[in-house]
Protein backbone atom coordinates (compact mmCIF):
# COMPACT_ATOMS: atom_id res chain seq x y z
CA UNK A 1 0.00 0.00 0.00
CA UNK A 2 1.37 3.38 -0.80
CA UNK A 3 1.83 5.88 1.90
CA UNK A 4 0.18 8.55 0.72
CA UNK A 5 -2.91 7.51 -2.18
CA UNK A 6 -5.14 10.26 -4.42
CA UNK A 7 -7.39 9.38 -7.39
CA UNK A 8 -5.21 10.68 -10.95
CA UNK A 9 -8.01 11.69 -12.15
CA UNK A 10 -8.62 13.94 -14.56
CA UNK A 11 -11.32 15.39 -13.12
CA UNK A 12 -12.96 17.29 -16.10
CA UNK A 13 -15.46 20.15 -14.92
CA UNK A 14 -17.19 22.79 -16.05
CA UNK A 15 -16.47 26.55 -14.70
CA UNK A 16 -18.49 27.46 -11.32
CA UNK A 17 -18.67 23.79 -10.02
CA UNK A 18 -17.66 22.52 -6.84
CA UNK A 19 -15.32 19.49 -7.07
CA UNK A 20 -13.77 17.64 -3.87
CA UNK A 21 -10.23 15.52 -3.72
CA UNK A 22 -9.54 12.95 -1.12
CA UNK A 23 -6.67 11.65 -0.24
CA UNK A 24 -5.68 8.70 1.98
CA UNK A 25 -2.47 8.34 4.24
CA UNK A 26 -0.75 5.15 5.83
CA UNK A 27 0.64 6.04 8.74
CA UNK A 28 -1.37 6.69 11.60
CA UNK A 29 1.49 8.58 13.71
CA UNK A 30 1.62 10.86 10.51
CA UNK A 31 1.44 14.95 11.92
CA UNK A 32 1.89 17.35 9.12
CA UNK A 33 -0.81 17.72 6.33
CA UNK A 34 -0.75 20.00 3.12
CA UNK A 35 -2.51 20.49 -0.12
CA UNK A 36 -0.08 21.87 -2.96
CA UNK A 37 -0.58 22.72 -6.79
CA UNK A 38 1.70 22.07 -9.25
CA UNK A 39 0.73 23.92 -12.78
CA UNK A 40 2.11 21.91 -15.70
CA UNK A 41 6.62 21.24 -15.70
CA UNK A 42 6.29 24.17 -12.84
CA UNK A 43 7.61 23.57 -9.29
CA UNK A 44 4.59 22.54 -6.71
CA UNK A 45 3.30 25.51 -4.61
CA UNK A 46 1.98 25.43 -1.22
CA UNK A 47 -1.89 25.54 -1.39
CA UNK A 48 -2.54 25.25 1.97
CA UNK A 49 -1.92 23.64 5.32
CA UNK A 50 -4.45 21.43 6.74
CA UNK A 51 -5.56 21.30 10.15
CA UNK A 52 -7.42 19.51 12.41
CA UNK A 53 -10.24 21.70 12.82
CA UNK A 54 -10.44 22.31 9.35
CA UNK A 55 -9.81 25.95 7.43
CA UNK A 56 -10.92 27.75 4.76
CA UNK A 57 -9.22 29.92 2.31
CA UNK A 58 -11.80 31.54 0.27
CA UNK A 59 -13.31 29.24 -2.39
CA UNK A 60 -11.38 26.28 -0.92
CA UNK A 61 -11.63 24.23 1.89
CA UNK A 62 -9.75 21.23 4.03
CA UNK A 63 -10.28 18.94 5.87
CA UNK A 64 -8.26 16.39 8.35
CA UNK A 65 -9.64 12.83 9.37
CA UNK A 66 -7.55 11.25 11.51
CA UNK A 67 -10.08 8.54 12.29
CA UNK A 68 -10.09 7.44 8.53
CA UNK A 69 -6.81 8.96 7.50
CA UNK A 70 -7.67 10.75 5.11
CA UNK A 71 -7.30 14.74 4.29
CA UNK A 72 -9.56 16.19 1.61
CA UNK A 73 -9.76 19.54 -0.17
CA UNK A 74 -13.09 21.35 -1.64
CA UNK A 75 -12.77 23.64 -4.10
CA UNK A 76 -15.98 25.88 -4.63
CA UNK A 77 -16.67 28.02 -8.21
CA UNK A 78 -14.08 26.46 -10.00
CA UNK A 79 -11.89 28.56 -12.32
CA UNK A 80 -9.74 28.12 -15.47
CA UNK A 81 -6.93 29.25 -13.44
CA UNK A 82 -7.63 26.09 -11.46
CA UNK A 83 -6.64 23.85 -13.76
CA UNK A 84 -3.26 22.00 -11.88
CA UNK A 85 -2.60 18.77 -10.02
CA UNK A 86 -2.95 19.30 -6.62
CA UNK A 87 -1.16 17.06 -4.51
CA UNK A 88 -1.28 15.86 -1.42
CA UNK A 89 1.80 16.00 1.29
CA UNK A 90 2.39 14.08 4.74
CA UNK A 91 4.80 14.93 7.35
CA UNK A 92 6.01 12.28 9.99
CA UNK A 93 6.63 13.27 12.89
CA UNK A 94 10.29 13.32 13.93
CA UNK A 95 11.64 12.00 10.23
CA UNK A 96 13.71 15.25 9.48
CA UNK A 97 10.78 16.87 8.28
CA UNK A 98 10.20 15.07 5.37
CA UNK A 99 7.42 14.81 3.24
CA UNK A 100 6.01 12.30 1.03
CA UNK A 101 3.87 13.02 -1.82
CA UNK A 102 0.88 11.54 -3.31
CA UNK A 103 1.09 11.60 -7.07
CA UNK A 104 -0.84 14.20 -7.55
CA UNK A 105 -4.95 14.49 -9.04
CA UNK A 106 -5.19 16.41 -12.49
CA UNK A 107 -8.43 18.98 -12.59
CA UNK A 108 -9.69 20.55 -15.69
CA UNK A 109 -11.97 23.30 -15.13
CA UNK A 110 -14.00 23.74 -18.65
CA UNK A 111 -16.03 26.06 -20.28
CA UNK B 1 13.18 39.22 -3.45
CA UNK B 2 13.20 36.11 -1.20
CA UNK B 3 13.01 33.05 -3.00
CA UNK B 4 14.77 29.52 -3.98
CA UNK B 5 16.93 29.83 -7.10
CA UNK B 6 17.93 26.75 -9.26
CA UNK B 7 20.09 26.70 -12.33
CA UNK B 8 20.17 25.99 -14.96
CA UNK B 9 16.34 25.32 -16.03
CA UNK B 10 17.06 23.00 -18.66
CA UNK B 11 20.23 20.70 -18.40
CA UNK B 12 21.20 17.79 -21.03
CA UNK B 13 24.08 15.46 -20.41
CA UNK B 14 26.26 12.72 -21.74
CA UNK B 15 25.97 9.71 -19.67
CA UNK B 16 29.26 8.90 -17.92
CA UNK B 17 29.13 12.29 -16.98
CA UNK B 18 28.75 13.88 -13.47
CA UNK B 19 26.47 17.43 -13.63
CA UNK B 20 25.99 19.54 -10.78
CA UNK B 21 22.62 21.16 -10.35
CA UNK B 22 22.58 24.33 -8.45
CA UNK B 23 20.35 25.75 -5.36
CA UNK B 24 20.60 29.03 -3.81
CA UNK B 25 18.14 30.05 -1.03
CA UNK B 26 17.47 34.17 0.31
CA UNK B 27 14.56 32.57 3.04
CA UNK B 28 16.93 32.14 5.73
CA UNK B 29 15.72 28.73 5.89
CA UNK B 30 18.03 26.24 8.31
CA UNK B 31 16.72 22.83 6.27
CA UNK B 32 16.56 22.53 2.18
CA UNK B 33 15.42 19.42 0.30
CA UNK B 34 16.58 17.82 -3.42
CA UNK B 35 13.58 15.65 -4.76
CA UNK B 36 13.00 13.80 -8.33
CA UNK B 37 10.05 13.83 -10.00
CA UNK B 38 9.28 11.26 -12.88
CA UNK B 39 5.63 10.92 -15.00
CA UNK B 40 2.96 9.67 -13.09
CA UNK B 41 4.84 9.36 -10.16
CA UNK B 42 5.19 11.67 -6.42
CA UNK B 43 8.00 13.51 -5.53
CA UNK B 44 10.77 11.12 -4.12
CA UNK B 45 13.17 12.39 -1.63
CA UNK B 46 17.00 12.65 -3.11
CA UNK B 47 18.92 14.10 0.40
CA UNK B 48 18.01 16.32 2.56
CA UNK B 49 20.08 18.79 5.06
CA UNK B 50 18.80 20.68 8.18
CA UNK B 51 22.17 22.34 9.47
CA UNK B 52 25.29 23.56 7.46
CA UNK B 53 27.54 20.59 7.57
CA UNK B 54 25.40 18.06 7.80
CA UNK B 55 22.80 15.99 5.49
CA UNK B 56 21.00 12.76 5.20
CA UNK B 57 20.14 10.34 2.76
CA UNK B 58 16.93 10.32 1.42
CA UNK B 59 14.81 7.44 -0.09
CA UNK B 60 16.69 7.82 -3.80
CA UNK B 61 19.98 8.80 -2.75
CA UNK B 62 22.29 6.16 -4.52
CA UNK B 63 24.19 8.06 -7.33
CA UNK B 64 23.72 11.26 -5.93
CA UNK B 65 25.74 13.27 -3.91
CA UNK B 66 25.38 16.74 -1.76
CA UNK B 67 27.40 19.13 0.30
CA UNK B 68 25.92 22.13 2.54
CA UNK B 69 28.69 24.36 3.19
CA UNK B 70 26.48 27.54 3.90
CA UNK B 71 23.22 27.96 4.78
CA UNK B 72 22.18 29.21 1.78
CA UNK B 73 23.42 26.54 -0.72
CA UNK B 74 23.00 22.91 -1.35
CA UNK B 75 24.29 21.90 -4.83
CA UNK B 76 23.42 18.33 -6.10
CA UNK B 77 26.10 16.17 -8.20
CA UNK B 78 24.14 13.59 -10.47
CA UNK B 79 27.03 11.22 -10.57
CA UNK B 80 27.23 8.42 -13.63
CA UNK B 81 26.61 6.02 -10.50
CA UNK B 82 22.89 7.19 -10.95
CA UNK B 83 21.27 4.21 -13.58
CA UNK B 84 18.34 6.68 -14.74
CA UNK B 85 18.96 10.40 -14.20
CA UNK B 86 16.38 12.20 -16.79
CA UNK B 87 14.07 13.87 -14.59
CA UNK B 88 12.50 17.16 -13.08
CA UNK B 89 14.69 17.68 -9.92
CA UNK B 90 13.23 20.04 -7.24
CA UNK B 91 14.89 21.94 -4.16
CA UNK B 92 12.96 23.45 -1.62
CA UNK B 93 13.57 24.87 2.16
CA UNK B 94 11.99 25.12 5.30
CA UNK B 95 12.12 26.91 8.38
CA UNK B 96 12.12 24.24 11.18
CA UNK B 97 11.05 26.82 14.30
CA UNK B 98 7.45 27.32 14.94
CA UNK B 99 6.75 23.80 14.01
CA UNK B 100 5.04 24.84 10.86
CA UNK B 101 7.03 22.34 8.48
CA UNK B 102 5.73 24.43 5.06
CA UNK B 103 8.50 23.85 2.23
CA UNK B 104 8.63 26.08 -0.56
CA UNK B 105 10.57 24.68 -4.08
CA UNK B 106 12.60 26.64 -7.09
CA UNK B 107 11.34 26.22 -10.15
CA UNK B 108 13.12 22.95 -11.00
CA UNK B 109 15.67 21.56 -13.26
CA UNK B 110 15.18 19.56 -15.88
CA UNK B 111 18.13 17.02 -16.70
CA UNK B 112 17.88 14.71 -19.74
CA UNK B 113 20.76 12.41 -20.23
CA UNK B 114 21.62 11.56 -23.94
Known amino acids: RKEVEQDPGPFNVPEGATVAFNCTYSNSASQSFFWYRQDCRKEPKLLMSVYSSGNEDGRFTAQLNRASQYISLLIRDSKLSDSATYLC????????????FGTGTQLKVEL | DGGITQSPKYLFRKEGQNVTLSCEQN?????MYWYRQDPGQGLRLIYY???????QKGDIAEGYSVSREKKESFPLTVTSAQKNPTAFYLCASSSIAGGRNEQFFGPGTRLTVL
Open chain 2, 49 to 55: SQIVNDF
Open chain 2, 27 to 31: LNHDA
Open chain 1, 89 to 100: VVILTGGGNKLT
